[in-house]
């Protein structure tokens, strides 16, 4: 289609007499049909569909809000008319307008505008909204055609160093979709939080467990179109898009987001086009997941750990556990990934590092900086040790920070010689409950305690067997409470004086109508480490 052929076409299609609403609707119909065929010429066409019609409703996998600011938010949805299915829509750059409100009724719309969604990202968009108040709710939504999104709530964080009396956040990890349903999200979104923290196992690359209660509708996931569609599985559960809805989200990846034990370059099978893989896993999540732009990978690497700062009450240091760590230590014959040592001398080298040098810098840097009451290191895994054998003698698991000791010393040494400000870690991964204090010697039942350690359960993810946490409870003083057998999430209420954590756990996750109930409650006292059952 050539210039003289569109400028036809606009005479034909939409005369100069035609009413203006409808000639500007005509016009940009000309002009969709011009960009399509330029996806298909050697130049790209900047130019975008500006009023596409759907086979079905485009925003199939909800909307989401992340990375909040004192002056900002990162809004997203996708594009995807059929999200099992590649997400249906045509290869053609989509135009997408979004609309911020200071009420729910969208009477007050403090800021608009539009965003271009490609095919190379899946018909995903991000709008970076900037120019916001601190410390307000918002709420948004996006309309591309006729088409309108779910509308979202979002809230930006409070001024820096803003005197703030109190910060309500939950966190949660380890969503297998088919071992149970998104109960807890559900819960998640009505409890009125400022903040939900997802530490990792946003989607599971394979099928395990028992006791399924619903199926994933495609094997493992090795291209950019498989991961893609494993999102899109994921994300059109309508109680995970609830809680997408109703309050911004600050993420982390763990491995289950590219496979099982992945550690750095290298996969537990030693699949030597590893790499490959991290890069189309590392973009699909990207493209589902409302983070800021400068996250966009670039082949297989992808600069995801950040912190958030909530006025002087808390700053949150986000970390990656995953990209930069060292190959699990003592990993079985001909095998990558984990495995449960007694003796491995590789494990206690003191260059491993789970972390990587310059993110233990960034950290390092960041905790001298802080000037926040608490101090949240939000990551994915168990910080604390974990002997794992009954009786005589220790047993430790090489994918968890057991396999990278060192690496935990170094960092709760710069925790304990900085004197950061009530330091409290939250974490994921092992689909169990524990809280913790940790400490500089965890063999010294006389060393202190210099950070608490709060380790969520799973949202669906199968657990540990009570008799194992009791096992473990034994052998770990250090653990104040464990629990293995209740899914859910745990509930931050962050206040001048105190740090209180509730323990949701639903009656079943295999119920996608469970109730929950709080199982347990601690308190952790400002100035004193360690958290007390309340
Ligand atoms: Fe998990």
């Not at 009420?103 to 800021?111: H, N, P, Q, W």
Request: proline fraction near 6%; include cysteine; aromatic fraction near 10%.
């Amino acid at each position: 289609m050539n210039s003289k052929f569109l400028t036809e076409q606009l005479h034909r299609a939409a005369p100069a007499d035609m009413p203006p609403s409808q000639r500007r609707r005509a016009v940009l119909r000309i002009a969709a049909g011009f960009a399509a065929s330029a996806v298909l010429a050697p130049v790209a066409s900047y130019r975008a569909w500006a009023q596409p019609r759907f086979g079905a409703y485009p925003f199939s996998l909800g909307i989401a809000s992340g990375c909040p600011r004192p002056d900002g938010i990162v809004l997203w949805t996708r594009l995807a008319p059929d999200p099992l299915a590649a997400g249906g829509m045509p290869p053609e750059n989509v135009e997408l307008a979004w609309e911020l409100a200071a009420d729910e009724g969208f009477r007050d719309i403090v800021r608009n505008g539009t965003e271009i969604a490609t095919p190379a990202l899946a018909h995903s968009v991000r709008a970076e909204v900037g120019g916001l108040e601190p410390a307000r709710w918002y709420w948004y939504r996006f309309i591309a055609g006729d088409a309108i999104s779910p509308v979202g709530r979002t809230r930006t964080a409070p001024a820096a160093n803003a005197a703030i009396e109190r910060l309500r956040f939950a966190f949660a990890s380890c969503q297998q979709y088919e071992q149970g349903y998104y109960a807890a999200h559900r819960h998640l979104a009505a409890e009125d939080l400022d903040l939900i923290v997802f530490l990792g196992d946003y989607i599971y690359e394979s099928s395990w467990g028992r006791n399924h209660v619903r199926k994933h509708n495609a094997g493992e996931p090795y291209t950019l179109g498989e991961y893609r569609n494993r999102y899109a599985l994921y994300k059109s559960d309508p109680d995970l898009q609830k809680s997408h809805a109703a309050a911004p989200w600050i993420v982390t990846w763990d491995d289950h987001e590219v496979d099982n034990d992945y550690a750095n370059d290298q996969s537990e099978d030693l699949d030597p086009n590893f790499l490959v893989r991290r890069a189309a896993a590392y973009q699909a999540y990207y493209e589902h997941m409302p983070l800021a732009r400068r996250v966009l990978p670039r082949g297989p690497d992808a600069l995801l750990y950040d912190n958030y700062a909530f006025g002087d009450l808390a700053t949150f240091f986000v970390l990656d556990d995953r990209q930069y760590r060292s190959h699990q230590a003592c990993p079985k014959p001909g095998r990558g990934g984990s495995n449960v040592v007694e003796v491995c001398a590789e494990r206690l080298a003191a260059d491993r590092t789970m972390l990587g040098s310059a993110q233990e810098a960034w950290l390092r840097d960041g905790l001298a900086r802080t000037r926040a009451k608490w101090n949240v290191v939000a990551q994915q895994t168990l910080m604390a040790q974990f002997d794992r054998k009954f009786g005589p003698g220790q047993s430790f698991w090489t994918d968890g920070w057991d396999g990278y000791p060192a690496a935990r010393a170094r960092l709760l040494t710069d925790i304990a010689q900085l004197r950061v400000s009530n330091p409290l870690v939250i974490s994921g991964d092992v689909h169990s409950t524990w809280i913790g204090d940790l400490k500089l010697d965890f063999e010294d039942l006389q060393s202190p305690a210099i950070a608490t350690e709060f380790c969520g359960t799973s949202i669906t993810s199968q657990g540990l067997t009570q008799l194992q946490v009791l096992g473990a409870l034994g052998e770990n003083p250090h653990l104040r409470y464990g629990n293995g057998h209740k899914r859910g999430y745990i509930k931050v209420e962050l206040r001048r004086d105190t740090c209180i954590a509730s323990l949701r756990a639903l009656d079943s996750e295999k119920r996608a109508d469970s109730g929950i109930a709080t199982a347990a409650t601690f308190v952790v006292e400002s100035g004193r480490p360690g958290a007390q059952q309340a």
